[in-house]
């Protein structure tokens, strides 16, 4: 199956302006497809952000902790974090912590990004991958979630 072909991707960008913002979401989306049996990916780009995230999903929620696995391998692990640029899970839904936009083929059901407003810089590397996935004709909505 190719871009040509799949059924649309919907990507969801968060917009946050906090780090604890950021690090919810993270956390919210990998509980809320956790809880529904679905499979889900988060791309990290390096070692130091895949154990960064790994010790997040240890500790949020603060009342209990996620199951998941941080890897580059292959596995059935129904949550993982990868620094590979591949679908090691098998994954339908995956959390884009890259700088990079996120155009695997076969593409993904939904892609979570963050708009990341706590700095011009962070901010201008989310305009250049809501402009890649608008070329990639996937289907974009943003979300303002207070908190």
């Excluded at 871009?3 to 906090?18: G, N």
């Excluded at 936009?101 to 979570?112: A, Q």
């Excluded at 706590?118 to 890649?132: D, N």
Aim: with cysteine; glycine share 4%; proline share 6%.
């Amino acid at each position: 199956m190719s871009f040509s072909d799949a059924p649309l991707t919907r990507v969801v960008f968060f917009q946050v302006q906090t780090a604890q913002t950021k690090l919810l979401r993270i956390s919210e989306a990998a509980q809320t497809h956790f809880g529904k049996k679905e499979k889900i990916i988060l791309f990290v780009e390096d070692a130091k952000a895949q154990g960064f995230v790994d010790e997040l999903l240890w500790k949020m929620p603060t009342t209990s902790f996620l199951p998941h696995l941080a890897t580059d391998e292959a596995t059935q692990e129904p949550v993982v974090i990868t620094k590979s640029k591949e679908n090691v899970n098998g994954a339908r839904v995956a959390f884009n912590l890259c700088p990079t936009p996120l155009l695997l083929d076969p593409p993904f059901r939904i892609i979570y990004e963050l708009e990341d407003l706590t700095a011009p810089g962070k901010q201008k590397l989310s305009e250049l991958r809501f402009g890649r996935y608008k070329e990639a004709k996937f289907l974009i909505e943003s979300r303002n979630l207070s908190q």
